[in-house]
C-alpha cells in the first residue's frame, strides 16, 4: 500500500468529516441498521486505515459495515442530502476493504 492508494480515501474522509450528519438519519433504523452506529463504525475504522497498517480483525468490521450500508442505501430517502451522505459513507468503506485487502490465509480473528 502507497501514500498514492491512500490519496482517495483520504479526500472521502475529508469531505465526509465536513458534511453535516442528515437530520432524518438520527435515530433511524432501515433495514435492521442504527445509522448512526454504522456512521461511527464506518468513521472509525476508515481513518484508522490511514495512520496505520491494515489490522487484520477490522476486515471482519470493515466487510461488515459494507454489507449493511449497501444494504440500507436502496431505502434511503433522499431528504437533506443523505442519500450523498450513505452513497459516500459506502463509498469510504468499499475503498477502505479494497485497500487493505484480505487478511493473510491463516490470521486470526478477534474482536
Known amino acids: 500500500m502507497t501514500r498514492s492508494d491512500l490519496h482517495p480515501l483520504r479526500r472521502l474522509c475529508k469531505a465526509h468529516a465536513r458534511a453535516p450528519f442528515p437530520p432524518q438519519l438520527r435515530g433511524a433504523e432501515i ?14 475504522c476508515v481513518p484508522t486505515l490511514l495512520s496505520d497498517p491494515p489490522a487484520t ?14 444494504k440500507v442505501l ?6 437533506a442530502g443523505a442519500v450523498e451522505y450513505c452513497t459516500r459513507l459506502r463509498d469510504m468503506i468499499a475503498l477502505a476493504v479494497e485497500i487493505a485487502g484480505a487478511p493473510e490465509e491463516g490470521a486470526r480473528h478477534s474482536l
Do not use: F, K, N
Open 31 to 44: 433495514e435492521g441498521e442504527d445509522l448512526v452506529e454504522l456512521d461511527a463504525y464506518i468513521a472509525g
Open 57 to 70: 480483525h477490522q476486515h471482519t468490521i470493515r466487510l461488515a459495515c459494507l454489507a449493511a450500508v449497501e
Open 74 to 79: 436502496p431505502s434511503v430517502e433522499d431528504e
